[in-house]
């Protein structure tokens, strides 16, 4: 029979109405400073992952025995950093009023500030847990006080102190790493430390963003500004117990720039990153 | 509105039922014999077909006032060559008896053969008007019978003489063009002749099947075996007047290997011509 | 003598007094739709601008005999559009304050805006010629005034009628080629036609903007929506003559995205019109 | 004096006669599934040993002392799935008839299927390890029994129960993971338990294959399928020790997709992975 | 049966004896000035060569027909340039003392210098026809006299004036230009004029020397000093037949530099080009 | 203000009368024998290191807060190996009798050598700590003396037995360990062992080179020997406290080819590389 052609991340396909998590996609980074491209993130995420087997060995689960709705990308404006960032926002905040969890796939790491905006409207007590190679915490970048360098700091503006959980930071000014030191709880260059944070996290709800750069750039080239000494794999999959421990209300995966890694392992170790998420958290 | 992720030729949104023109991918290039690449073609094309404009200045037409259908791929067995010729003719022949003009985009050259056979079963008096760098015309190649190089002599084994009319050809053994001379009309290195061959073919169904290695590697460097010496997008925006005088009843475009230009040029150039094809036959 | 590091285009290193071209860099992309990375372009162009000979047999010419001085690089907000047009705006009419001819090296075509308004600032009878692809005549973009798709029509929304001569066109919606016959000299696919244009502007200050993908993708690759039907390298050179019989007060060559060819061939050709360029006015 | 071109692996000189190993290439990659190009790898491999060093310091061996004939490449048919595997077991069999070792360097891992089906042919009680990051144990695939995702499965059709051994294995569909528990011996992720494994097989023989994205992709990025989460070189290095006492009879190497990776780390690897084996083996 | 791995150009697998024309790779880049990578071209071209029929459209001639031995390459000293030439030097003059004619694959265009000498050795009336983007005329380059840049000058200083005929130059300083003027025939830009420099020579021994470069880097852009404005391929193939009128003594084709074009379109090219010289001059 | 162009690495802008280290680059690459392109490096590597920050969260350290000085590239001969190394010689003395500390950037290996002579010259008692894939030790590569292979060997001639150490061999002919054992400090595949070596070396001048292929090719694929099982970054770090306890009087960081990893990945790494070294040891 001649169906449209619908594209969907592999296995995704469960409808709206039965959907506990629903997908989308955010392809802007037009304040990316250095190497741009992570706009093509989540089109090239969704054609790779039809290379994944459904099935994960590490949590002997199947995306087939859950439900996934994948609503598809946005078109943002790339002219126009607050028309961009209040759609995304209209469509975080959409799937929460529906009662389901948004998990985006950027895009550079601003697409986040308005993720966790409109889920902080919704749990005024959320917390961010973020893995990232940067502390992302800068007051303002070129001028600029919306920029995937100053995406943290913006939050921590209206989430306030000790709600901002970092893990594997290992870039960043003098100056950042001060703040943080005086109003977010950082980890620097691994996950160490994140059992006793989901222990006292257990019943808050979480808003979960991944920078993919936290992985060593050995496992992880194709992202714009790599930056050596980070996590490799199997570091993510034993988190996955912890993560699965937790409240997560949203979430999102990010900062892949699939051009830059030609032999596609990058995009290919994010769509396994999206699959194991997928299936901690339902 | 969350919707599901449907993704087509640009502006090919058409309802299967308003459409003139049905649109498939087939997405095989197991045969190909140097380097393999053109099962994603057709996933290339329509991600890249974003970054034209639907506006043709050659034709002043415009694919928002044509009514076209994109069916997506189909899901081909690499593993045997019978089961994934069958697939496609199945759904060549499925269009057709929709009274639909079916417009397949390759995938190595191989894929034109259950095309033209199901479109051969429809139209007893079909002819073949062939843009390729190569006649295509083995007997068999490496023993086997069904190969891409061997592609245009088993449909001569149906066709018989004097119904296949090949352009732009510049590689070949000495004995294919010996077979060419006794059975079809071969015009070598350029689209010289097309003319005539319109003149005489006004009346006739014709499937059109255009290798895009016929183009010069300068111009389309992203296809398995690139052959200097061939025709530039000029030569081929001339031919469109002449194209559109024919009844064509079936199409193809094929031998697009995305990853071996890694600029993307030779994706957009497969773009360009898939949509003035569009427009010259609708 | 141990000296600090400075990086001009080969043979650009005349004195700022002495100079009457200057260089800079408008490193921007950030309203690209498309593939970005014109931001490269500038530190590309200079770097490998000692391949080329410093001498033009094509004019007779050497760059040795004349007087450019490389300001190097504007240092722009990739966060605020308006930040950037400014910073661009400011460097230009600095230079044309001091009577020299401000050349600019973008960056995405949008950078030519603030150019083209610092000149007619200082020229109110200005003109501008425009080698392009496309039409960039759209009103807005994705909701953006101020794009690189726009970018003709904010200069025509000053400049008014009949004072923008398009060449080498081929790509943009209906509308825009609607707006063009209304408003604009426009001529599709080539240069011809340039040799009236020229005889009827002698007199007249003319801003020369050269957007690169204006060539055939085969002979320049390196550009993020590559337009097959371009011109080729010998018939700029044609233009040369006619280019330097006009009064030309400020020029920019932008659209060159270096990481998409990497065999480095785009930005080659990039720095020979750049030679050409400073040899055809100077 | 003017010789002809004979090209080999590094210091693969030897006579067929003297040699005890006999290197053959398999450049057979129709059934992959995903990406292919491993059909380039044998080819590759010989070229890029001169940049070896004949020596080991992790086994303090040398090339130049042993003894290995180095056949070249089958050339085999890409249209017939059927003729290639024969031709593979021809060649294997040609070797095994003269008491030398085969060592296989493919192409996609089906390869191996003709190779252990002519040593199990001599060898009646032949067990098979695998380093692999698939399970490979599909019973079919897009309808096609003969498939690189069903290499192991056909293998054990006729090995029966508890003769294949896997190592590092970290993905497949969950059927496949439940087959291997009832039917081979899986080991997850690493080559833990290799130690008992040998130690159980001290006399028997051995067919070794190995698919080299057993590797991490970090480590080994130019291979079809890149899976996160494998071993790193110098755990490959541990299991020399162990791979030395056992009676290997034939062995293979697969799965190097040369232009995956452009660095051509990949390729390297894989050559001091054909380097270290013969050095073990002999 | 087992055999070793020759490896040759396509179908230039006749004996010594009876060959009438001898291949060699000169793998030496070291003077390259700016991006080098051309001593990898000859092992490339004959890895290439088998995606090409041995039948030429263009000739009606097939290299089945003629008989070539192809002798592999040289191993040349990257550490001295002396040594390096030597061997060039050495080989040729072997090939010339057995009445063969050598036909020597680059590498730089320096490896042309000891060529050159040895076939001026045996034929002191030798002239040079040259293909070329750059004149090559410098005296000395970076202080060094033996240059990539510098190789027609010392030609210049045995074969004095009037001997050297280049085509298709667009690039070099001016004092080359005047150089040229004095004491070479010097054609720009095309070849243009080989019909009467081919009427004039009929009875010369001729070294034909062609630096891929004179190729349009469109056509051709897998070279390190790619010049925009050159001749295209239907261009040289015109040229065939006035190049069969003469008196070719000794070849070359050299500045491919394979890994800078990764479509393999310029390496297709050179074996296109090998292939047409080899049916021209037998 | 309109100024020219000054490049340096992030931050090194000081004066050179206020600098205690003086940067230089040596951009020769000429005696590589495989693939060559780190000619590249110091280019490459200014550039991206503006994608750094200037603090280091390992040292608690910023360039800010330091002096140095970037005196740019050499323009060295690519013909003449004596030149080049002449001059490189003279950059290196000229520094040191200006009392600061050289600090080379690469440049394949050989560049040490004239770099260790100038050191050696000032500071008799020097002792050369080497990080290497490669012994480096034969005593001539291809009839060549000076060559990338044959570096430390030429410096041993000079400094004699047991003033070289070396860490992270993993590669090297069978006579090259054997010479180590007899005339050096050789430590195998990583940075064990340096503990001792600084302890023992407190109050020696030491000259520091690194030869970026100590890396494993997983996290530093861009260079031209990739040779597998080397250290990872945070071995790397965790020596700067070692580092930093010596007296190093002159360093280098060499063999970065920046076009062998087009994700930037690699030249990411060289310049945290630079950073570190630069405030471990000021």
């Known amino acids: 029979m001649l169906q449209p052609n619908v594209e969907t991340f ?15 996609g955010a392809p802007y980074d037009s304040t990316t400073s250095y190497r741009p491209g992570t706009r093509f993130a989540s089109k090239a995420i969704r054609g790779e ?14 995306l087939e025995d859950i439900k996934v709705f994948d609503s598809g990308d946005l078109e943002l404006s790339f002219g126009r950093v607050d028309l961009a960032l209040a759609d995304i926002r209209k469509r975080a905040a959409e799937i929460l009023a529906l009662n389901k969890r948004p998990f985006m796939i950027g895009g550079e790491h601003l697409v986040t500030l308005p993720a966790v905006e409109a889920a902080f409207e919704k749990y005024p007590d959320l917390q961010v847990i973020q893995f990232d190679a940067h502390t992302d915490l800068r007051d303002d970048y070129l001028d600029a006080k919306l920029s995937h360098a100053t995406v943290i700091r913006r939050i921590h503006d209206f989430l306030g102190d000790g709600k901002i959980h970092q893990f594997g930071i290992r870039s960043g000014e ?5 703040f943080a030191k005086a109003h977010t709880n950082l980890h620097k260059y691994s996950l160490a430390g994140l059992k006793e944070t989901v222990a006292a996290l257990k019943d808050t709800p979480i808003y979960l963003t991944i920078d ?14 790599p930056e050596a000494g980070g996590i490799f794999f199997m570091e993510f999959i034993e988190s996955l117990k912890l993560l699965s421990q937790l409240n997560i209300v949203a979430l999102d995966v990010n900062e892949l720039s699939p051009a830059l890694d030609q032999s596609g392992a990058s995009t290919a170790l994010a769509c396994k990153v999206v699959r194991e998420l997928l299936l901690a958290i339902n």
Do not use: H, M
Not at 49 to 62: C, H
């Open 10 to 24: 592999i296995a995704c396909d469960a409808s709206l109405e039965e959907a506990s998590t629903v997908l989308f």
């Open 212 to 225: 993919l750069d936290v992985f060593d750039p050995a496992a992880f080239p194709g992202t714009g500004t």
């Open 49 to 62: 992952s039809f290379g994944l087997e459904t099935y994960s060995p590490y949590q002997d689960k199947d």
């Open 174 to 178: 003098r100056a950042e790493f001060q």
